[in-house]
């Protein structure tokens, strides 16, 4: 097989002007609760005069730049393949604290701490980042992570270093903890990543979300993204909030699904109890695609609406509705394709037989039983009609597989009507899908084992008729 070379992804876009802050408005549930009033707006704390004037350090003093980054896990080790870790790696190290002796001389009151790093995520085992972390705190940075409680410290040693270094105490400037069973909900997992940080470089308000851990698997094995909002006060307020409630570790306030606006933006957080398919926010997203119309403004493809997605995995009864609708959607005039990583057998046939072209990105070269490529990502681009707009271009990306697990555990999913914003999503979509070294239209299903670290391959016999276990999760 030829194998195609590409050096770079599609760069991060430093070039694009960030959109204009908007107000935020009441969010929304798709379950039909209540709307739950925006978050209050906070002020800023402001400090003593002992600490406002006291000198203030960062190794780094570089601004994060508006929109997606994307890694390339084919250069396994590389700076393209740790793309996004590096991203966050360099906020954190231009974060600004205090020049102290010792972090016990920084100052206990919260309005005189520099500033904030607040993460949530599913994995955390990177070395550098922890190292990065440890520093932020012991220049006074208030530094406070939360990690799903699937790995161990003897698993990841890096987070048991960070919790060794920050404590696990909530009442204290910094800390490193787990949540049991999932944040804010009982089922769980934690399977959010997002990362905010109150002041890095010259940006305010910084909010980062995606598909991506911070691990080596993360770099070297799959493909991930990362979205940078800067300056969107109430958005950043928006995650502010579900991370404080994800910090207590206990079922948070009704409603706990929010669908929380800023903007145009649309932001969606789970669990969300009594979920059905009527409710199910990936399924709405879809029946706003409007495949039997004709696009106008240079949208779509060929006179057809332009469906992409680039999904992790699929599985369960939910996977196979939502394959089921994507059916229906090819059937009823609009281009669909499908990227995937991990979906289960009945549901590759479901497309297969309903004429949707599929290519898979896992991949196990050396036929070791370990993955050695696949696509993390959690993505949906519509080119065309969507609801009244016939030249829409509308993207959706965070941390939500399409599967039955993730109802249940701590989400973000984020609806962005932008242009500017689906193009270099949609132009990674394209480079993977015709590359026959990235993806494959042959099907082949891997099974996760109990190694944290990596999925093992178990061949699908096509005639076999076992339904693929409920353990697709990353």
């Known amino acids: 097989m030829a194998v195609a070379t590409f050096s770079l992804l599609v760069p991060v876009m430093a070039a694009v002007a960030a959109p204009t802050v908007a ?31 006291h000198p203030r350090t960062s190794p780094a003093n570089t ?23 590096e991203r966050i790696y360099r906020m ?33 085992s990177d070395n550098r980042v922890a190292d990065a972390l440890i520093r932020a705190h012991r220049r006074c940075v208030s530094v406070q992570v939360l990690m799903n409680d699937h790995l161990s410290n003897r698993d990841v040693p890096a987070f048991g270093r960070l919790q060794n270094a920050l404590g696990h105490d909530r009442t204290r400037r910094s800390w490193a903890r787990r949540c049991q069973r999932g944040c804010r909900g009982s089922v769980g997992p934690l399977h959010t990543k997002m990362y905010l940080f ?73 669990p969300q109890p009594g979920h059905t398919k009527a409710t199910d926010r990936v399924l709405k997203a879809l029946q706003e695609v409007r495949c039997g119309m004709r696009p106008t403004g240079g949208t779509g493809y060929a006179g057809h609406t332009a469906v992409a997605i680039n999904i992790h995995a699929m599985e369960g009864d939910r996977g196979l509705y939502i394959a089921q609708y994507i059916v229906k959607m090819k059937k009823a005039g609009c281009r669909v394709r499908v990227l995937y990583g991990l979906i289960a057998p009945r549901i590759h046939r479901t497309f297969k037989n309903g004429g949707v072209p599929t290519r898979r990105t896992i991949f196990d070269r050396d036929d070791n039983g370990l993955t050695d490529m696949y696509t993390h990502m959690k993505y949906v681009g519509i080119n065309g009609v969507v609801g009244g707009d016939r030249s829409a271009r509308v993207m959706y990306t965070g941390s939500e597989n399409f599967s039955q697990k993730t109802i249940g555990g701590d989400e973000v999913w984020q609806r962005i009507p932008m242009t500017k914003a689906w193009r270099p999503y949609q132009n990674l979509f394209d480079m993977i899908w015709n590359s026959n070294f990235y993806s494959n239209p042959k099907y082949a299903f891997y099974q996760q084992s109990s190694t944290p670290i990596h999925a093992r391959m178990q061949q699908y016999n096509p005639d076999a008729l076992l339904i693929t276990g409920e353990d697709l999760e990353e």
């Not at 601004?63 to 740790?82: E, I, K, L, M, V």
């Not at 002796?101 to 599913?122: T, V």
Request: glycine share 8%; aromatic share 10%; net charge positive.
């Open 23 to 53: 107000s935020v408005a009441a969010p929304r549930t798709s379950s039909g609760v209540a709307p739950l009033s925006a978050p209050a707006r906070t002020a800023d704390l402001v400090p003593t005069a002992e600490w406002r004037n």
């Open 63 to 85: 601004t994060p730049a508006w929109g997606p980054s994307f890694n390339n896990p084919a250069r396994g080790g590389s700076t393209a393949a740790r793309r996004n870790i």
């Open 92 to 124: 954190i190290q231009s974060t600004k604290g205090y020049r102290v002796a010792r972090p016990s001389r920084c100052p206990g009151h919260e309005r005189n701490w520099p500033n904030r790093i607040r993460i949530a995520l599913y994995s955390f």
């Open 198 to 270: 109150s002041r890095t470089g010259k940006a305010n308000k910084v909010v980062v979300f995606g598909s991506s851990n911070m691990t080596g698997k993360a770099a070297n094995v799959q493909w991930n993204d990362l979205f940078v909002w800067k300056g969107r006060v109430g958005l950043y307020d928006q995650f502010t909030t579900i991370f404080k409630e994800s910090a207590r570790d206990r079922r948070a306030p009704a409603p706990i699904e929010r669908n929380y606006r800023n903007g145009v933006l649309k932001t969606m957080f789970w």
